[in-house]
C-alpha cells in the first residue's frame, strides 16, 4: 500500500511569495495533520483536519492556511513568505482515534 | 502549554552499551509516540503507548510510559551503528478524532563503533 506522498519534494520561492504544498492520506486514512519542522528542531503543529473539518489549530499567523477535500487529499498554503518559513513541511495521516501518525516524506522549503 | 523536553539533547555512545532517553511532559495525556529520524528524512513510527505502564519492545529498543510520573522512557540495548538518528517523543493533546502531536526537543544519538 502506499504511503502518505506529498508534493513537490522541494521548493524555493522569495520572500512575499505564496506557496502550495499537497498531501495525499494513506487510502481509508480521513484524518491529516501538518507540521512544520525548522532545522535542528521538533515538528511544531499547524493545522489537523477531519473530515474536511478542521478539528485543530497550531500557534502560526493567518498566512497559513489549509483545506481537506472530498478525497481526503489535503493542501497547505502559505502567503506573504517570510526567511522563517524556511522549513520542512510534513504532512501526516492516520484512522481516527489513539492510532500511530504516519508521516509523509515532506516538502523543503526555501524562502529566499 | 504543554511542555515536552527530552534529555540528553546528544548522546554519544559505543557500540555495545545500553543507555536511556528520557521524555518529560508538564500535563496530563495518555497516549505518547515514538519516533525516529534520520538526517535529512522524514518520521519513522517506532512506539505508540496508550495507557499507564504500557511497555512495548522492538529489537534493541523499548519503550515504557508512566503517565502519573507523566514520563516516558526510551532505552537502548547493546547499541549498534545503525541505531544513530534523531529521536523524538510526542504527547498527543487531543482526543477521539482530533490529535494534536507536541514534539519534545529530540535526543540525537551517536553510536561510535
Known amino acids: 500500500d502506499a504511503g502518505v506522498t506529498q508534493s513537490p519534494t522541494h521548493l524555493i520561492k522569495t520572500r512575499g511569495q505564496h506557496v502550495t504544498l499537497r498531501c495525499s492520506p494513506i487510502s481509508g486514512h480521513k484524518s491529516v495533520s501538518w507540521y512544520q519542522q525548522v532545522l535542528g528542531q521538533g515538528p511544531q503543529f499547524i493545522f489537523q483536519?477531519?473530515?474536511?473539518?478542521?478539528?485543530g489549530r497550531g500557534n502560526f499567523p493567518d498566512r497559513f492556511s489549509a483545506r481537506q477535500f472530498p478525497n481526503y487529499s489535503s493542501e497547505l498554503n502559505v502567503n506573504a513568505l517570510l526567511l522563517g518559513d524556511s522549513a520542512l513541511y510534513l504532512c501526516?495521516?492516520?484512522?481516527?482515534?489513539?492510532?500511530?501518525?504516519?508521516f509523509g516524506p515532506g516538502t523543503r522549503l526555501t524562502v529566499t | 502549554e504543554l511542555k515536552v523536553e527530552q534529555n540528553p539533547l546528544f548522546l554519544s555512545m559505543q557500540e555495545g552499551k545500553n543507555y536511556t532517553i528520557y521524555c518529560n511532559y508538564s500535563t496530563t495525556s495518555d497516549r505518547l509516540y515514538w519516533y525516529r529520524q534520520d538526517p535529512g528524512k522524514s518520521l519513522e513510527s517506532l512506539f505508540v503507548?496508550?495507557?499507564?505502564?504500557a511497555v512495548k519492545q522492538e529489537g534493541r529498543l523499548m519503550a515504557s510510559l508512566d503517565t502519573k510520573a507523566r514520563l516516558s522512557t526510551l532505552h537502548i540495548t547493546a547499541a549498534v551503528h545503525d541505531l544513530s538518528a534523531t529521536y523524538f517523543c510526542a504527547v498527543d493533546m487531543g482526543g477521539g478524532a482530533t490529535n494534536k502531536l507536541i514534539f519534545g526537543t529530540g535526543t540525537l544519538l551517536a553510536v561510535q563503533p
Open positions: 503507548l496508550l495507557s499507564n505502564g
Open positions: 501526516a495521516s492516520r484512522l481516527p482515534g489513539p492510532y500511530e501518525q504516519y
Open positions: 483536519y477531519y473530515e474536511k473539518e478542521e478539528r
